[in-house]
């Protein structure tokens, strides 16, 4: 089974993410959807590969999601399970499933990428791939990650940064 996103998408508009940047989360989509079906056969990868006109950056970012999700797969299900209320892992959706394995895992495991991109991706993707219900969905679930995971702190703080009050010059006159 194989799920087709086309290398030449381009990024959606309005949106702050760098073109390569949404296109590599495309295709880490695309190869984590594959590997639910054919991690038993290790030429996957490059049979992959070999079927894009990727740029070597948009390789590289798409590569490190995709081992960074395999390697924290354990840890990455066990944070969905924990927020995904009355839902289970297993009957998710195969492409809800693994957006939210990607935007957790760079929610967590990429400190250089706010999470506001992060989430806003997901919401792309899941709205792109997937439907409404499964768009809000991902954005519900990470939000929650967000507000309520210990380790999310810094990006928390970066997410919402406090606005110092405006200083006011004292009106009276000196002398």
Same mark, same amino acid.
């Given at each position: ?6 290398s030449?998408t ?6 702050? &993410?760098r073109?390569? /940047? ?9 190869m984590l ?13 490059e049979?992959?590969?070999?079927g894009?006109?990727?740029? *070597? ?12 999700? #395999?390697?924290?797969?354990?840890? #990455?299900?066990?944070? #969905?399970?924990h ?11 195969v ?5 939210? /394995?990607?935007?957790i ?20 993707? &899941?709205?792109r791939?997937a439907?409404d219900? &499964? ?15 210990p380790?999310?702190?810094?990006? /928390?703080?970066?997410?919402? *940064?406090v606005?110092? &009050? ?10």
């Amino acid at each position: 089974m194989t799920m087709t996103i086309p290398s030449d998408t381009p990024p959606a508009n309005g949106t702050n &993410a760098r073109p390569s /940047r949404r296109l590599a989360r495309q295709l880490a989509l695309q190869m984590l959807f594959q590997h639910e079906f054919h991690d038993q056969n290790p030429s996957w990868q490059e049979k992959f590969w070999a079927g894009q006109s990727a740029s *070597p950056e948009v390789q590289t970012f798409s590569s490190n999601i995709v081992l960074g999700v #395999i390697t924290n797969q354990a840890e #990455i299900d066990r944070i #969905i399970r924990h927020f995904a209320i009355d839902w289970s892992l297993e009957r998710m959706p195969v492409v809800d499933r693994n957006v939210l /394995r990607c935007a957790i895992y760079e929610l967590l495991w990429e400190p250089d990428i706010p999470a506001m991109v992060t989430i806003n991706e997901a919401v792309e993707l &899941a709205k792109r791939f997937a439907d409404d219900e &499964a768009r809000r969905f991902v954005n519900g679930l990470l939000d929650h990650v967000l507000r309520d995971e210990p380790r999310l702190a810094d990006k /928390r703080n970066r997410s919402h *940064p406090v606005i110092p &009050a405006p200083e006011f010059s004292d009106p009276s006159p000196t002398s």
